[in-house]
């Protein structure tokens, strides 16, 4: 917080010390002021939600899943795929 409070930003990097992105205090703060029970009440019912996260360290595990890309792929499709025929099945 104190980089982000004296520089307005902070640039986040990748393993080899590139940026990818950059936060700035703004929206930083739009994120943490975020009515996250509120945010989902205003999901519509029939809308499809996929929600991915850890709920347990795993070996190589990091924030842009580089060691479980095939995993997180094979997830990301079957659930399309469902949704996809859910919607033809109401169709």
């Given at each position: 917080m104190e980089k982000i409070e004296q520089d307005g930003f902070i640039d986040v990097k990748n393993g080899a010390g590139s940026v990818i992105y950059r936060v700035t205090k703004e929206a930083l703060m739009d994120r943490r002021n975020?009515?996250?029970?509120?945010?989902?009440?205003?999901?519509?019912?029939?809308?499809?939600?996929?929600?991915?996260?850890?709920?347990?360290?795993?070996?190589?595990?990091?924030?842009c899943y580089t060691s479980h890309l095939t995993e997180l792929a094979s997830a990301v499709v079957n659930f399309m795929k469902a949704t996809l025929q859910q919607g033809k099945d109401t169709a």
């Open positions: 975020t009515d996250m029970h509120e945010a989902c009440l205003a999901i519509k019912k029939n809308c499809g939600v996929f929600t991915i996260h850890g709920s347990a360290d795993e070996e190589g595990a990091n924030h």
